[in-house]
């Protein structure tokens, strides 16, 4: 089993940044692919990022690359998620997944482990 806590969420205006992390806990002696996605009210939960194992490898939704960045630190068992230039469009709570494997997945059904969320709200 592999524990997942999100943290970093928090009211922002809109151009401003904020750095959520992801902090791994219990099985994470194996190799897990990481990502982050979101929902926001009445809507599906969508695909934001994905990074492989070793970081080597990200992916990104059309709607925030450029502006999100993905990474991890292995040693902390800690993944983050830097987001700048935030929109109003960005607000919803923001899940941490994990998936057993090596090579990064960019759908829903892909992960097995879910944090909590966090929620992110972007003022206009």
């Known amino acids: 089993q592999v524990q997942l806590v999100e943290s970093g969420g928090g009211l922002v205006q809109a151009g401003g940044s904020l750095r959520l992390s992801c902090a791994a806990s219990?099985?994470?002696?194996?190799?897990?692919?990481m990502g982050w996605f979101r929902q926001a009210p009445g809507k599906e939960r969508e695909f934001v990022a994905a990074?492989?194992?070793?970081?080597?490898?990200?992916y990104y939704a059309d709607s925030v690359k450029g502006r999100f960045t993905i990474s991890r630190n292995n040693a902390k068992n800690t993944v983050y998620l830097q987001m700048n230039s935030l929109k109003p469009e960005d607000t919803a709570v923001y899940y941490c997944?994990?998936?057993?494997?090596?090579?990064?997945?960019?759908?829903?059904?892909?992960?097995?482990?879910w944090g909590q969320g966090t929620q992110v709200t972007v003022s206009s």
């Open positions: 997944a994990a998936v057993l494997g090596i090579v990064l997945r960019t759908t829903t059904d892909d992960y097995y482990y």
């Open positions: 219990g099985r994470t002696g194996s190799t897990y692919a």
């Open positions: 990074i492989n194992w070793s970081g080597s490898s990200t």
